[in-house]
Structures are given as C-alpha cells and as structure tokens.
C-alpha cells in the first residue's frame, strides 16, 4: 500500500544528543514537509523540500537540520542546538503538480522526548 | 499564505450538522482553502479544499462565500469519530510551480461531538 512512514513512533534520547526521524514515502511524491506540533497547538513548519538534492528552512528552523538524497526520504536531523526538542513531530509529502492542486499527506508522528 | 480565523472550540450533537466557520478575509485570487483534521496524536487527514465554488466529496462540503473572505466545512452527519481538531488554510495554489505546497496552521477549532 502507498503511504507515508515515520519511524519511531515514540523515541526517547538524553539532553544533548543529536537524534535524527525517519521519514518514508513510496507515493512518489515531490514535495516533503517537516512540521513541530507542540501541546494544544497548531503545527510549525521547520523544512521543506520541493526536489531531490534542494531544501529551505521553515518558520523554526534553528536547531533542526535535514537532507533530501532520494525521493522517497526526508530525514529530520534533531541537533543539540535545539533549545526545547520534546514536541510531536510529522512529516508531509505532496504530489507537485502545475496542473492540478493536490493535498499533503501526512505521516502518524512521532513523539520525542528529550530528557 | 493568507492568515485564517477560527472559533476555539464547538460542540455538536451525534448525527447532527457540523458546521465549522473560517474567516479569511486577506485571501488572494490565487489561493486555495484548505481543511484538515487531527484526530488526537495522529497525523492531520486532508478532508477538502477549494478556490471558490462550492465542493463536496464523500467527507464534507465546502461552502466560500461570494467574496471569499469566508468559509464554513460542512459535516452533514457528525459522528463520535469526527471529534477532532479541525483546520482551515488558505495557500497559494500549484499552478506555476514554484510557489506551492507550505502549509501554514493556526490553532484550530475543536470540534466534540456527543451522543
């Protein structure tokens, strides 16, 4: 079946440690998202990618890094340099169309605790 | 992409209409309204969107007001499992390529809907 895929679900790491998410996707999408959802609150774009090899940064980028070497992937490279990294966090991917509008999908999260 | 405003929280009744309000009254010509959903602790679920007729697929309806300042996410028989947070956004649409895709959330309206 197509679909996006987030691994781990639940991830636990000590303060100070780098810990990157996995994001997965076999709908041959272009477009991929990462957003930061923290309690009681809307989602957060931190990067996005419209192609293979090209990314930007989002609205809170600080303390995240990622990479985009194949279509299918978009890693999520949480740093130490991220003050507060307890938070739930998805990925989206999106069809790129200059004909149609098309919706994202997004993946089940995962939640990270730092601690 | 053009700011959006919802009510905090609604309440609706099993096997009643929802009907959920969005204003955006900055929107452009070229944008699209988008709803999502986040069930809680989930990935947001893409319901509809539109530019400015009235849509309707197997999930809800969406009605825009003339001037597009506004819209209302009809759910025609609310169920317990439509009890979600639910988003309304207006972005830029696909057509020409390169200025697709960030969606951008604000905080939501809760939706509970009871027996």
């Known amino acids: 079946d197509g679909g996006i895929t987030q691994s781990p679900k639940y991830l636990f790491r000590k303060e100070g440690q780098n810990v990157t998410l996995s994001c997965e996707q076999n709908l041959n999408h272009d477009a991929m998202y990462w957003y930061r959802q923290d309690p009681g609150q809307g989602l957060r774009l931190i990067y996005y990618?419209?192609?293979?090899?090209?990314?930007q940064k989002g609205d809170i980028a600080e303390g995240y890094s990622v990479s985009r070497e194949k279509k299918e992937s978009f890693p999520l490279t949480v740093t130490s340099a991220q003050k507060n990294p307890t938070a739930f966090y998805l990925c989206?991917?999106?069809?790129?169309?200059?004909?149609?509008?098309?919706?994202?999908?997004f993946g089940q999260g995962t939640r990270l605790t730092v601690v | 992409d053009a700011k959006t405003t919802q009510p905090t929280s609604m309440d609706c009744a099993e096997g009643r209409a929802a009907n959920l309000p969005c204003n955006h009254s900055?929107?452009?010509?070229?944008?699209?309204v988008y709803w999502y959903r986040q069930i809680h602790s989930q990935g947001p679920q893409y319901i509809i969107h539109g530019l400015k007729n009235n849509e309707t697929n197997e999930m809800a309806s969406l009605i825009i007001t003339e001037d597009r300042k506004s819209s209302t996410l009809i759910l025609p028989h609310a169920t317990l499992r439509d009890t979600a947070v639910y988003y309304c956004?207006?972005?830029?649409?696909?057509?020409?390529?390169?200025?697709?895709?960030?969606?951008?959330f604000g905080q939501g309206t809760i939706l509970t809907v009871h027996p």
């Open positions: 990618s419209q192609i293979v090899n090209d990314f």
């Open positions: 956004i207006v972005r830029v649409a696909n057509a020409g390529g390169t200025s697709y895709g960030k969606l951008t």
């Open positions: 900055t929107i452009s010509g070229n944008e699209y």
């Open positions: 989206a991917s999106q069809y790129r169309s200059s004909r149609v509008n098309t919706e994202a999908f």
